[in-house]
Structure formats: C-alpha cells, structure tokens
C-alpha cells in the first residue's frame, strides 16, 4: 500500500503512514487490521487492531505534565543545590576574596548544570521509552508519547525529542524564545505538536 501524501510505502491494514503520520486512504477508522497467528494468539497487521478517533495532548494538558515533572525533578535537585551550597560555606566564609569565592563556586555550578541535564534527560528518555510511554506527570493526566505510526518510541527517538525541546532550552540567549515557540505551536498545530515533537517525529496524544 502506498501512502497517498508521501508515497511511501506502508503495511497493508495500518492506519497510519510511519513516514509522514497521516491518515492512509482506504482504511476506515475503526475497521480491524487483518489479524495473523502468533505463537497461538491472533495479533493485528501493522500493530494496529483498531483506531478510533485520536484525542491529540493539547498545550494546556502538558503545560500541568511539564509541572508536575517539574516537581518530581526538582525535589532531587533542590537537595544536591542546598549540599553544594552548604559545603562551600566554610571556604567562603573564610575569605573576603571575589575570586577565591568564584573559585570555590564554579566547580560546584559546574557539577550542578550536569547534574540537572543528564538527570532530566534520563528521566524523560526512559520514561517516555518505557512500556508507559510517559514521564509521571504525562502519566497522572492520561497523556503518552508515540512515535508517527502510533508506536512506542525507542530511547534514542525520545533523547532526540528530550534534547529538541529542554535541551536547546537551556542555550543563553535564544533557548527561552526557541522554547517558548514550541510550547505555543503544541497548541495551535494540527496534531498539537511542539517543534520538538516535529523534530523527533512524535506525537503526544491522551491515552483514555
């Protein structure tokens, strides 16, 4: 079968084109995929046994996800700040010198920014790659991450989907502008994608 908006090529009996996410012309939403026999049980063609309407995340939704993992995260994270606060005390304290105290801090940012990136990226990308297909906050709300053709992501699709969006966040200077853009598209284009979501090839829809 051939997917009428690309051309490429698809299974027969799959509802969506892998390559471009659109519907496929002639398959009827709700029809069954033809089903074969696998290890003595009947699975669907394509990995799809039937589609109903797809209920897409809208902006407001994950803005409450994105919170709500915010929090999760930042408990953790307020923890190590306030031990690399406190052990950088004493050597402060006993110097009235700027330099000895940037000495003394930078090290500790350092340690500090790596620590918050690889933490938020292990978290998203094998949350988001897991048989839940969601951080926890995607989780609470019913939200799940897939990838066009409605499957679930691997590790490297939702690193690139974690490094698309909060990771080109976090550049100085255009990574608040180029966040907030994407934040805003999740809300206004067609299958409520974020820029990071088109980057990656991803779709976050509500599960029930």
Not at 101 to 129: C, D, H, N, Q
Not at 157 to 163: E, L, T
Not at 164 to 181: E, H, M, Q, S, T
Request: aromatic share 10%; proline share 4%; with cysteine.
């Amino acid at each position: 079968m051939i997917c009428s908006s690309c051309g490429a090529t698809v299974a027969d009996g799959t509802a969506f084109c892998g390559s471009c996410g659109r519907p496929v012309v002639g398959y009827n939403i709700g029809q069954s995929a033809p089903l074969v026999q696998s290890a003595g049980a009947a699975v669907p063609v394509g990995g799809v046994a039937s589609v109903g309407a797809i209920l897409y995340a809208g902006f407001w939704l994950r803005v409450v996800a994105a919170i709500i993992d915010g929090l999760i995260l930042g408990v953790p994270l307020g923890f190590i700040t306030f031990l690399l606060i406190i052990s950088a005390l004493p050597f402060i304290a006993r110097s009235q010198d700027p330099m000895t105290i940037i000495m003394t801090m930078a090290p500790r940012l350092v340690f500090l920014a790596i620590i918050y990136i690889v933490g938020s990226w292990l978290y998203w990308g094998l949350m988001e790659s897991s048989s839940w297909q969601a951080t926890l906050g995607k989780k609470a709300l019913g939200l799940k991450v897939t990838d066009m053709a409605m499957r679930r992501p691997t590790f490297g699709r939702a690193s690139g989907r974690f490094f698309a969006g909060r990771g080109i966040g976090i550049v100085p200077y255009i990574g608040g502008l180029y966040f907030l853009i994407s934040c805003i598209m999740a809300g206004f284009t067609e299958r409520k994608q974020a820029l990071h979501d088109m980057i990656a090839n991803c779709l976050v829809i509500r599960s029930a």
